[in-house]
Each structure stands twice: as C-alpha cells, then as structure tokens.
C-alpha cells in the first residue's frame, strides 16, 4: 500500500517522474538498475515480446503473469497497462481491475478503445465505466489505486481535439487519477485551456498504434 500512496503523490510534488516502460522481468531490473522511480508495463511490447499482436490477443491470465513476475522483482513502483480490460462487460472489467491490483501494482492505465471493432467505448459508457471502477476501489481498500485513463481518439476522429476535451472532462469528473493522450498533436496546453483540471499528460506522436 506504501507504493500506491507514494506513486498517487507525485504528481503534486515538485519532482518530475520519469517513468520507464518495461515488457519482461530483464528490462524491468535494468530500469531499476538505471534509477527509474517507477516502471509502466506496456501491453504492446509485452504482446510482441512472445509473437502476438498487440489489441488484447495474448489472452488476460498470460499478460497478468508477467505483470506480476516484474512486481514481484522489484523494489520500484509498477503501473500496469491493462489494455481496455479485457472485456466489454463492465464487471468482468472492474475483476481484471482487482486482480491486478492484487498483484502489487501502483496503478493501471486503461484506454476506451474497442479492441474487436477498432473504434471507440461511447464518452458517456466509458466514464461510467471508470466511474463505477474508481468507487469499487475506494470501497475495497485502494483509496489511493492510481487511474489514468487513456484517450485514443487522435487515432479516430475526424475532432480530435474537440473529442479529447469531452472525454477528458469526463473522465477525470468520473475519478480518473490523470489522462493519457497518445497521438496528441497539439501542445498539451491547449488542451489544459479549456480543462478545469491539470490531469493531463502529453504522450509523444510517435507512440505506438496500440500501446503507451
């Protein structure tokens, strides 16, 4: 519980967090060995790593056993990229949310695609989603479970930018801890402009069609 307090803190301290991503226990020890504070899993190197595509193909069991052996080996803070949950039902979601957290993971990042149908969870759908995940946590002891919530329209709309201010306003009102926005073309400031909320993190252009 000591690392999810400590990685739900420092976005308000005046330490910048330089997190690493990881897809095996090896590049996640020499993360460590390097000085990174905190390792993110990422899903699409994860999956690529053992000869699946990226887009939740490799099956949830699998990727939360890699999850886990990287939690278990190392003394840093692990946020997990969980894909979008490895399913369309909400509770199942919100079960792959626990079993994660179980595992020993500081935080998740989830994103609203839809795996099967290469489109997007409605605004409305998925900030309820994330709505009903953030309360099931803070009734079960992750008070402070860090959430950050990945918007993937830059990969779809036609508005991205329109799009990415509705869904972030949703989502961050709906619990999301921060917002994640692959793809992002326009300096993330401009986004904060019409945003009561500095929840937001600028993810480099180059980012990968499926992963962090």
């Given at each position: ?168 306003r949703a989502y961050v009102e709906s619990g999301a801890s921060e917002i994640l926005v692959p793809g992002l073309k326009e300096p993330a400031g401009k986004l904060v402009e019409y945003m009561d909320t500095s929840h937001l993190y600028e993810n480099a252009p180059s980012a990968g069609r499926r992963g962090m």
């Amino acid at each position: 519980m000591k690392k999810i307090q400590e990685f739900n803190e420092w976005p308000s301290s005046k330490e910048l967090l330089f997190i690493g991503n990881a897809w095996d226990l090896l590049s996640a020890l020499i993360l460590e060995k390097a000085g990174f504070k905190a390792i993110g899993t990422t899903s699409w190197s994860i999956a690529n790593s053992l000869g699946f595509s990226d887009g939740e193909w490799m099956g949830f069991d699998r990727h939360l056993g890699i999850i886990k052996t990287i939690v278990e080996n190392v003394k840093i803070s692990v946020s997990a990229d969980i894909e979008a949950g490895y399913s369309e039902d909400a509770n199942m979601i919100i079960e792959n949310v626990f079993r994660t957290a179980d595992v020993g993971v500081a935080g998740i990042n989830m994103e609203d695609s839809l795996k099967k149908s290469m489109d997007l969870r409605e605004v409305l759908q998925h900030a309820h989603l994330l709505e009903k995940i953030r309360v099931a946590l803070d009734h079960n002891d992750y008070k402070y479970f860090y959430s950050n919530a990945r918007i993937d329209n830059y990969f779809q709309s036609r508005n991205p930018l329109i799009e990415t201010i509705e869904r972030a306003r949703a989502y961050v009102e709906s619990g999301a801890s921060e917002i994640l926005v692959p793809g992002l073309k326009e300096p993330a400031g401009k986004l904060v402009e019409y945003m009561d909320t500095s929840h937001l993190y600028e993810n480099a252009p180059s980012a990968g069609r499926r992963g962090m």
